[in-house]
Structure formats: C-alpha cells, structure tokens
C-alpha cells in the first residue's frame, strides 16, 4: 500500500463549481499537509500549508485535514479556468526529514 | 523573499553524454536543498538531499550524482547519461526539516 494515495483524474469541471480534491494517507505519524498546484512545464507552488487536524481557508482554497480518518481536502470554490492544474498532496511527519507526495489529480475547468 | 533558480529549462543530449543542471536559492541561508525527478503520472522522486555545504544524501543508486559546493547552490551531474535519466528534473528547498518546500521551475531533459 502507497503511503499517500490520490486519485490522478483528469477531474473536469464547469467554470463557477466547487472542487473537491482529496488524499487518503496510511501513515499516522503525519503532521504537516501540503497542497501544491502545479502548471504545465512548471514546478509545484505551494498553495496551503497545515498542521495536525482542522480546516485553513485562504481565499477561494480550504483546505481540510481528517487525521482520523486519515484524509485530507482541498475545495476550491467559485473554480476559474487559471485554476486547471496539477494538484499534489504532500505530507510531513514530526521529526521526519521526507516529504512524501501524492501523485497528483489533473483538474480542468472549462469556461 | 526567496527565490529558487534553475537552469536551463529545456535540455537535449545525447547518450553517454555528460549533464550538469545548476540550481540556486536567493534570499535564506543554509537551506536544505533537494533533487527530485517527476515522471508523467507517477508523481515525485526524491534523488538527493542535502543539509549543508558538501552534505549529500543519495535517495536512489543510479547514474546520477549531486554536489553542494556552496550554501545555496545545488548541481546534479551524470558522468555518461542513460535513455532511461530523460525526465523533468526539479530542484526544491526549505528552511528546516519539517517545513514546506519550494520548488524552482524544472528542467526537461531529452536523452536521444
């Protein structure tokens, strides 16, 4: 079993909808969860940064963190077409050097 | 702010020919700096790590290598390159262990 699992997509969308982009995890020794949104040719840009369980919101991104179910979220409301892109999950756990990372879902959002 | 720099972009090169691909960081000091290489649909390969000046972690025995000779400078060389090392390469850093990374903007390598 992966560490990290995510669905690889494509996820299409209609401009305007709400996106939900998720990753389950089997580590329990996760503490820090990242979303990256990544562009064609480009590398992953850190988007939203949390630890342990709860909800952040910066924007139209909330991302959410379940550590007991071992499930993380990324909903994006009011999508636009700029926001088509590769979305990676990452995670940390405490005192831990790796980063390990989902594999990624493509998200296309059609105007 | 920091920034990350790596170069070049794009990259074609011929097998058994030699590679080195240079990545920066500007703005922090003694950053831990990190190669991966992702492959289309298969996420990302951790290759090297590095927490300081001349401190290299090798992730994957493979033809590649890495070397730090400065705080903020990071390279990723081969001595004679393989059909197989043709991928995006990204270099990425982070302030401490336990920290989100950055990653720069990649290169692409073709081997033909």
């Known amino acids: 079993q992966k560490e990290v699992e995510q669905d690889p997509g494509p996820l299409s969308v209609p401009e305007g909808a709400i996106v939900s982009l998720n990753c389950t995890y089997s580590?329990?020794?996760?503490?820090?969860f990242m979303w990256y949104r990544q562009y064609s040719r480009k590398g992953p840009e850190l988007l939203m940064y949390?630890?342990?369980?709860g909800n952040k919101e910066d924007g139209r991104f909330t991302a959410q963190v379940d550590k007991s179910s071992k499930y993380i979220s990324l909903f994006i409301r009011d999508s636009q077409p700029s926001d088509s892109a590769t979305y990676l999950c990452?995670?940390?756990?405490?005192?831990?050097?790796?980063?390990?990372f989902g594999a990624g879902t493509r998200l296309f959002v059609k105007a | 702010s920091q920034t990350i720099h790596q170069w070049p972009a794009t990259l074609v090169q011929p097998v058994g020919s030699p590679l080195s691909l240079e990545c920066t960081v500007e703005?922090?000091?003694?950053?831990?700096l990190y190669w991966y290489r992702q492959a289309a649909g298969r996420g990302l390969q951790l290759l090297f790590y590095?927490?300081?000046?001349?401190?290299i972690s090798s992730e994957v025995p493979q033809n590649l290598s890495a070397s730090r000779p400065q705080d903020r400078q990071f390279i990723l060389s081969s001595k004679k390159l393989l059909l197989s090392d043709s991928g995006f390469y990204l270099c990425?850093?982070?302030?401490?262990?336990?920290?989100?990374?950055?990653f720069g903007d990649g290169t692409r390598l073709s081997i033909l």
């Open positions: 990425a850093w982070s302030p401490e262990e336990g920290q989100p990374q950055h």
């Open positions: 580590n329990s020794a996760f503490q820090y």
């Open positions: 949390t630890y342990s369980s």
């Open positions: 990452a995670m940390i756990n405490t005192g831990g050097f790796k980063t390990i």
């Open positions: 703005g922090t000091s003694n950053p831990n």
């Open positions: 590095s927490v300081g000046i001349g401190q």
